[in-house]
């Protein structure tokens, strides 16, 4: 199976620089992946885990999201956060007119939960508009 989806190489540039950035950036952050709503890895930095088997958990958890959006008359799906006992990960659309792409970034404990929030909803942004 490969990714049939074109994105620009400056879309791609762009993930791959902000997903470093991100990892870098705010403490307690383990994984950030970005990929395809059918689950291929596009970009992503780690720490610990497996880019594509977490593309494709990230690209599961929001077609779930999305159904549940749609059966609840909430509009489209945007964010899912799963919060554990040991960390968090939080799920973000980022729709574009070349495809629907999905940001997923995996944090422990020690990072906040609102700086991760913003900096992965301006992430979805920046990704939908470039």
Not at 35 to 48: H, P, V, Y
Not at 99 to 124: D, E, K, M, P, T
């Amino acid at each position: 199976m490969t990714n049939r989806i074109q994105l620009p190489l400056t879309v791609r540039v762009l993930a791959a620089k902000q997903a470093a950035a991100f990892l870098e950036d705010i403490s307690g952050m383990n994984a950030v992946v970005v990929a395809t709503e059918d689950g291929f890895d596009i970009a992503s930095a780690m720490k610990t885990g497996d880019a594509a088997r977490i593309a494709a958990l990230a690209s599961s958890i929001s077609a779930i999201s999305a159904v549940v959006s749609q059966e609840a008359s909430l509009g489209a799906d945007k964010c899912v956060t799963i919060d554990t006992h040991d960390g968090f990960a939080v799920v973000y659309s980022a729709p574009r007119k070349d495809a629907r792409l999905v940001i997923i970034a995996i944090a422990s404990g020690q990072a906040i939960l609102g700086q991760v929030a913003y900096r992965a909803s301006q992430f979805a942004k920046d990704l939908a508009d470039a």
